[in-house]
């Protein structure tokens, strides 16, 4: 409100004249003064009626501030002020707003950084901030890309894009893409299994379940005769599901009465009344041939080598990759740039001595850029 206030010009006197006597009370809160309201904040019902008066306040700075709407920095200020209220605020049955239960989906964290978010490492490990994608070549170790990402959502998702920057940054074609297990999701099987003008072989793990021998994955699904056949050799016909991101599925209803006399019927089916239902995922055909390979000797060997970029993370985070100093994306980014042109130029260095060159000596070949060339 502050912000917004100084905005659209109330901390000049000659601002004020001829205004309203809530306005100047407005302003000599929030403009002249900056300290928190003098209540008990350990009184529920202080905080509350506190609470709704920062709404009310808050309510009349924006109506103030719609009369300067063609004005670009009171319209973010105000659209980030509207955002924090309808995040943070809702609307009891008696007209008054409390604080809302739980946590918006993408709520504004910071006025300072408004781009800030949560993100998690797991269900128990909440973070604020940003998340960073490194991308490393496995030979040299050298990293080819390096991206700031939103800290919601999962990883999975900025895999295709990264895969375009690298081969257009670097001129090359990735043949190979090796990932943890967020990355083997099945948009990124289907996306590599179908990138053209060739395909690009994903090497990433998928969850083990907790129960493999009830598992989906147990069952013999026959998507083109839409029949599935359980562990225990019971075999049915399906029904066309709904498709879903533009592909097909399959829905597949067992007996409650032959399910009934399986031995596995505990495990397998957790209804009282109905028997255990098989749904086919859209990428079915795709995750399923990634959970027989990496059951293989040969997926092993290829993701041991996948250790390396780990360290090459721990290098980033010893070099302050963790701590952003800037606000904005694009200074993000910049900052991400720099951390790992340094960490580039450490592993280049010890490539060198291993080679049996010093570090004079590779400076002494490196030639100045031509003027006017750019470097990216």
């Not at 170790?141 to 990883?155: S, Y």
């Not at 399906?238 to 032959?258: D, I, M, N």
């Not at 904005?328 to 080679?355: D, Y």
Request: charged share 25%; hydrophobic share 35%.
């Amino acid at each position: 409100m502050r912000k917004l206030l100084r905005q659209l010009g109330y901390a000049l006197p000659q601002k004020r004249r001829g205004l309203a006597a809530d306005v100047q009370r407005l302003l000599a809160t929030y403009v002249d003064h900056d300290r928190k309201a003098e209540i008990d904040w350990t009184d529920p019902a202080q905080r509350a009626a506190q609470l709704k008066v920062l709404v009310q306040d808050a309510e009349a700075t924006l109506e103030l501030a719609a009369e300067h709407s063609d004005d670009a920095d009171v319209r973010s200020t105000g659209w980030l002020l509207t955002k924090i209220l309808g995040d943070d605020v809702v609307t009891d049955e008696h007209g008054d707003p409390p604080i809302g239960h739980g946590t918006a989906p993408d709520r504004t964290l910071s006025v300072t950084d408004p781009e800030m978010r949560y993100g998690h490492k797991s269900k128990a490990f909440r973070f604020e901030g940003f998340k960073v994608q490194v991308t490393t070549e496995p030979i040299s170790e050298l990293i080819v890309d390096i991206a700031d990402i939103p800290a919601p959502g999962r990883d999975s998702q900025y895999l295709s894009a990264m895969v375009e920057r690298v081969e257009e940054h670097a001129g090359v074609e990735i043949e190979r893409v090796i990932g943890d297990g967020v990355h083997g999701s099945g948009p990124n099987q289907a996306w590599c299994a179908e990138h053209a003008p060739h395909p690009i072989d994903l090497v990433a793990p998928l969850a083990q379940p907790p129960d493999p021998a009830v598992h989906k994955a147990a069952f013999d699904l026959d998507l083109k005769r839409g029949q599935a056949t359980c562990p225990q050799e019971q075999t049915v016909i399906g029904k066309a599901g709904p498709r879903e991101q533009g592909r097909p599925t399959w829905l597949f209803y067992f007996a409650r009465q032959v399910c009934e006399l399986c031995p596995l019927l505990a495990r397998c089916v957790h209804s009282k009344t109905a028997a255990r239902t098989v749904r086919t995922d859209p990428y079915e055909s795709y995750l399923r041939a990634a959970r027989q390979r990496q059951k293989t000797a040969k997926f092993q060997e290829l993701y041991r080598v996948r250790s390396r970029v780990e360290r090459k993370q721990a290098q980033l985070v010893h070099h302050g990759i963790r701590q952003t100093r800037y606000l904005g994306q694009r200074k993000r980014h910049l900052q991400r740039l720099w951390t790992g042109a340094v960490v580039n130029l450490k592993r280049l260095f010890t490539l060198g001595e291993r080679a049996g060159q010093g570090r004079c000596a590779l400076f002494a070949r490196m030639e100045p850029p031509p003027l006017g060339s750019a470097v990216r």
